[in-house]
């Protein structure tokens, strides 16, 4: 059974910084391309960045680029976000998400995680 499990998220003040972590088990995904997406209230989930399991490759959504960096353990098998600078528009909750295709949409990823709250103050 493939699990994702998200930790790492709270309450911080804008300009600090947060790390999430991505605990993957159930299958290997060295085939995989591990993503992060965000979901603020009244607001569609929203692409943040992704990482190629085997090569490391990544892409960064405008709105972050500069600011968060992904990252994986493989002897791990966890993903992380590195943020930092962040804003109040940052606020949503972030959700860890597996699938085959290095693209950005919600819908072409297979896996997800339940989700970890970021609040940041203004």
């Known amino acids: 059974q493939v699990q994702l499990v998200e930790s790492g998220g709270g309450l911080v003040q804008a300009g600090g910084s947060l790390r999430l972590s991505c605990a993957a088990s159930g299958r290997p995904f060295s085939s995989y391309v591990m993503a992060w997406f965000r979901q603020a209230p009244g607001k569609e989930r929203e692409f943040v960045a992704h990482i190629n399991w085997s090569s490391g490759s990544t892409y960064y959504a405008d709105s972050v680029k500069g600011r968060f960096t992904i990252s994986r353990d493989n002897a791990k098998n966890t993903v992380y976000l590195q943020m930092n600078s962040l804003k109040p528009e940052d606020t949503a909750v972030y959700y860890c998400?597996?699938?085959?295709?290095?693209?950005?949409?919600?819908?072409?990823?297979?896996?997800w995680g339940q989700g970890t709250q970021v609040t940041v103050s203004s």
């Open positions: 998400a597996a699938g085959r295709l290095f693209l950005v949409s919600a819908n072409t990823y297979e896996y």
